[in-house]
């Protein structure tokens, strides 16, 4: 099989990765900024300060940007811990089993199911049964538990990676098994952890079909988190396939891109100063 | 002894706190379940599986086609977005200057947040008028969805593959480059087999993210009931059909679309374990060896 | 620090299961809300809008979710007023009762460019039942025809597949079903864009959002227009729905009041809707 020798399939594989990533980097740069182009001139500040009017053809997102950051604040502080600490236990505390195993598949499989069966149940379960009403309640809810398979996989994926001489040594000097798990195997996986939490961050501002059905798609204000409201894309969805306007659809996109980009950053820098109280 | 007995104390509350989590995943798997799997008796398996005529008005629910345009366009959006995707992260982890990394790492991930919506949109305004125009047929078509469903999976394989090649022990890199190889040798024989969990579970959330995507396949896939017989014809993907048609759905038909979600969590789990088989094959794992 | 953070997150986690749980069931702000079809939700927005204006203290919340949540939630109280783009059916009903709050019609667009101005009924049925196939067979260019519909369910769909596809050959009703080859589309912008980019296409919306940029087809001789489908001369078109259970409480009665009232059908018209009769 050896036709050609390893210093030229060293340089074609190269060349051909490195192609590849600039494929990749060129056309989500391509998509950013088609949105931004197109969008950027209508954001005015008129725009993120008022409320819609005349079903979002005039006016601008300020309720509905809040209504966002409400949804998804609320969906990844409760999704957050309670993954982590379900990878934790699984990888760390329960013992090895079929049962594990079986959860970790369940959670694969769930990952894949369409938000939309998610919004369903949320509707039923959270909406109707626990009478929480269309709400930013039952919308965070129902994203956390959307994320929460992302969150597990990912942080258990990070957790496993942590060599195994780290924890041997750990223990070596003493420590207890919770000493261990937070002061040695977490830090050494914070960055895929937060890998997986920015990711689903992602997911959950981006929803559209499991909001619309469970926190709803009232242009309000949401006071408190028993009210409706409605998110970003909803609205980018809504203004766009209804054909009611095309350039706040756009300007609602890039203000959804400049969010994201603020979370993300956010995030990042959170991380940075985890990272940086290791030592 | 306080000390074996706090431990025990956190063990619980940990356990607490996951078997919440995993209940509340338990209680949305049995509600598909049960929701839907009266009616496929009712229909008559095979009958659902493999009949192609979907009139949920007249009382005729078949899904054939809908399995094959899920399939067809899950396998196209992991081939495109599979590939790049780990051939990104490669290059992130290997060629690319620390520093050049640093910026792109959060960019790419920044670029899993835009909405599927936005990527879908996107798809409508400038890939189905490019394929109408140059390649042929109407445009919505299985290529534009696997187009852009790869394209949206990209920032989830690479940045989930990354991190799993970042993981593998600098000392298997160094000792394989120490013993000659040359650094495609290196990452091929030595990086992605030791990091070949990460990189499977980058791929399954990857497929999960694409065949679990509904709103955008909605707008570039087409949605006809027909079979498709070529990457130009349009296909309705299971996904599609439950979210096109949810929100009006009454009795039979909203059970049947319930059905359908429960195929479409046998098929992910069908996926998922050729995908685990593919992995454990070969001994690969690297810490908990 | 880790132990902290850690400890912090999971006091937030709890707290929040705690609330959910001891508030969940806690009775809303005496709001009216109106859940249901994605079609009727632009224009209802509109009307709670001016209501809103006009009463500044009276407060009316719009969702979307589809006229079968709607239905669902004014069903469990959820919502006071549920809104349908289709006819109740049967067991439906028995429970809800409906109230036409306006008239929309069905217009059948094509491209721009196409020569096509006019069209039967009978020849609309057999190109969406996949019998007719190139638009030179109804008198236009040499071209394939694409078909594009609306999905299953849908009230758009419902009222074209009533009042088009059912066919009395021989003397028999039968419904023709629509060719599976159709392409299908999720709401009548999707529609647009895509009849407004394609020569072959053919498709039908909702009347009111046509707007200037795509051709509507005569149908049976009578070109669609509101006042066309008020007197009752155009042959396509289907009621929009608000839907209560029971007896609406005052302040539903009072949203409704609005909206059947001159003001509110002005509203309706401005935006290309009918007058409900």
Not at chain 1, 48 to 62: A, H, I, N
Not at chain 1, 232 to 247: K, T
Not at chain 2, 96 to 110: H, M, T
Not at chain 3, 241 to 263: E, H, N
Request: net charge positive; proline share 4%.
């Amino acid at each position: 099989m050896r036709i050609v020798s390893p210093a030229v399939s060293q340089r074609i594989a190269v060349s051909l990765l490195w192609s590849m990533a600039a494929l990749t980097m060129g056309i989500l740069v391509f998509i950013v900024a088609y949105v931004l182009w197109h969008g950027l001139p209508h954001v005015t500040w008129g725009f993120l300060s008022q409320s819609p009017r005349s079903m979002g053809r005039e006016g601008g997102v300020f309720p509905i940007i809040i209504g966002t950051l409400w949804v998804t604040g609320l969906a990844i502080m409760i999704a957050a811990p309670v993954g982590l600490i379900t990878a934790m236990y699984l990888t760390e505390y329960a013992r090895q089993s079929r049962l594990t195993n079986v959860i970790r598949f369940g959670a694969d499989c769930l990952a894949g199911i369409p938000s939309i069966i998610f919004g369903l149940f949320g509707f039923v379960f959270f909406v109707i049964t626990l009478g929480m009403g269309l709400s930013v309640l039952s919308g965070a809810l129902t994203l956390s538990l959307m994320v929460l398979p992302t969150i597990i996989r990912t942080s258990e994926e990070a957790i496993r990676a942590v060599p195994r001489a780290y924890r041997d040594a750990s223990y070596g000097l003493g420590a207890t098994r919770w000493q261990m798990v937070t002061k040695v195997v977490l830090r050494s996986a914070m960055p895929g952890i937060c890998t997986g939490i920015v990711l689903s961050i992602g997911r959950s501002i981006g929803e559209t079909a499991a909001i619309m059905l469970t926190a709803g798609s009232a242009l309000g204000f949401p006071k408190t988190v028993f009210d409706s409201c409605r998110t970003l894309s909803l609205h980018f969805y809504i203004l766009s396939r209804e054909g009611i306007s095309m350039a706040n659809a756009y300007a609602t996109a890039s203000v959804l891109i400049v969010v994201i980009f603020g979370i993300n950053l956010l995030a990042y820098w959170a991380m940075k100063r985890f990272v940086a109280g290791k030592r | 002894m306080k000390q074996a007995a706090k431990d025990k104390c956190i063990s619980l509350t940990l356990m607490a706190v996951a078997m919440s989590g995993i209940s509340g995943l338990a209680l949305i798997t049995g509600f598909i379940f049960r929701e839907g799997l009266p009616i496929m008796m009712k229909v008559g398996l095979g009958k659902f599986l493999l009949s192609s005529n979907w009139y949920p008005q007249e009382g005729e629910f078949g899904i054939f086609p809908m399995i094959v345009g899920s399939v067809a366009v899950t396998v196209g959006a992991m081939l495109i977005g599979g590939t790049l995707g780990l051939g990104c992260a490669i290059v992130l982890a290997q060629f690319c200057p620390p520093r050049l990394v640093s910026l792109l790492k959060p960019g790419i991930e920044l670029l899993a947040g835009i909405p599927s919506v936005v990527y879908g949109f996107i798809g409508v305004v400038i890939l189905v008028p490019f394929i109408r125009d140059y390649i042929g047929g109407p445009g919505l078509s299985v290529l534009a969805a696997s187009v852009v469903l790869g394209v949206m999976v990209l920032p989830t394989v690479t940045s989930i593959s990354f991190d799993a090649l970042r993981a593998v022990p600098r000392t298997y890199r160094e000792g394989s480059i120490a013993l000659g190889a040359t650094e495609w040798q290196t990452t091929r024989m030595v990086m992605l087999k030791a990091a070949k969990s990460g990189i499977v579970t980058a791929i399954i959330l990857g497929m999960g993210r694409a065949i679990g995507e509904t709103m955008a396949v909605i707008m570039v896939a087409g949605n006809t009931l027909d079979l498709p017989r070529s990457v130009l014809d349009p296909v309705r993907t299971l996904t599609s059909n439950i979210a096109l048609e949810m929100g009006y759905a009454a009795g039979d038909h909203r059970k049947a679309l319930f059905a359908t979600g429960v195929t479409l969590f046998v098929i992910i789990m069908v996926l998922n374990t050729i995908a685990l088989a593919v992995s454990r094959r070969r001994p690969g794992r690297v810490g908990q060896a | 620090m880790m132990r902290t953070v850690l400890i912090l997150f999971l006091c937030c986690a709890m707290a929040l299961a705690v609330v959910s749980l001891l508030w969940g069931g806690r009775a809303r702000e005496r709001t009216v809300n109106v859940i249901g079809s994605t079609s009727i939700q632009p224009f209802a927005e509109m009307l709670s809008e001016e209501y809103h204006r006009t009463w500044p203290d009276r407060k009316v919340e719009i969702q979307g979710g589809g006229s079968t949540a709607g239905l669902q939630a004014c069903a469990e109280g959820i919502a006071e007023i549920g809104m349908c783009s289709r006819a109740l059916k049967a067991k439906e009903a028995e429970l809800f009762h409906g109230i036409t709050i306006a008239l929309d019609g069905l217009a059948v667009v094509v491209h721009p460019s196409n020569g096509v101005g006019a069209m039967s009924r009978g020849q609309i049925r057999r190109i969406f039942s996949g019998q007719t196939t190139n638009w030179k067979d109804v008198g236009g260019a040499d071209r394939p025809i694409r078909l594009i519909t609306r999905e299953e369910g849908s009230g758009t769909r419902e009222a074209f597949v009533k009042l088009v596809m059912a066919a009395k050959d021989n003397g028999a009703d039968r419904v023709v079903r629509i060719s599976r080859k159709a392409l299908t589309q999720e709401s009548n912008g999707a529609v647009k864009e895509l009849v407004k980019h394609d020569p072959c296409a053919i498709g039908y919306m909702s009347l009111g959002l046509v707007g200037g940029e795509l051709k509507m087809l005569a149908v049976d001789g009578v070109a669609p227009s509101p006042k066309e489908v008020a007197a009752g001369r155009y042959p396509l078109m289907r009621p929009f729905l608000f839907v209560v259970k029971g007896q609406p409480s005052g302040q539903s009665q009072d949203f409704i009041d609005f909206v059947l009232s001159a003001s509110g059908q002005l509203i309706l018209e401005k935006e290309g809707l009918v007058r409900a009769p």
